[in-house]
């Protein structure tokens, strides 16, 4: 059990990680072995990438796909952006002998102002609609078409 960094997207994936990636848990404990990660290491490994993809890739790689859409209610025009990588090559792939999937990730884009004001929303605001119970509040800030 390591508590090193690994190298980046070992965990940040848009498919499920396999019992063996996380941190023993006695509900999975018959399908997982004592090299499973431990919960320290997983979490800043996990954090770590979380870090450089969105600074690093998000920023970088991402690119608009079609134009900026308004959202009901709001004041701001909203951009998706898309992006088509290669993950990581994961031990597991690597081991197997197989090339790496692609993944194609979607991101939404928008600029909004700290205000009450008709069309926009204070950070409070925000917070709640994006943070507190995000699935039941994404069709009311998910413009048409996106």
């Known amino acids: 059990m390591s508590s090193r960094i690994t ?3 070992q965990f940040l994936h848009l498919k499920p990680l396999k ?5 023993i848990h006695p509900l999975l404990q018959t399908q997982q ?3 499973c990660p431990s919960l320290r290491t997983f979490l800043t490994q996990v954090l770590h990438e979380s ?13 608009p796909k079609g134009g900026q859409k308004k959202s009901k209610g709001a004041a701001s025009l909203v951009q998706l952006l898309t992006w088509e990588g290669e993950q990581s090559r994961s031990n597991a792939v690597a081991e197997a002998g197989r090339a790496p ?14 205000s009450k004001e008709q069309g926009q ?18 069709m009311d800030y998910t413009p048409d078409g996106l």
């Open 101 to 114: 999937e692609d993944e194609h990730w979607f991101a939404r884009q928008s600029d909004h102002e700290d």
């Open 19 to 23: 019992t063996s990636q996380v941190p």
């Open 33 to 35: 072995t004592p090299s």
């Open 51 to 63: 870090i450089v993809f969105s600074e690093q890739t998000v920023s970088a790689q991402f690119k």
């Open 121 to 138: 929303a204070t950070w409070q605001e925000f917070q709640n609609g994006l943070f507190f119970r995000h699935s039941e509040h994404e």
């Open 7 to 9: 190298s980046p997207r």
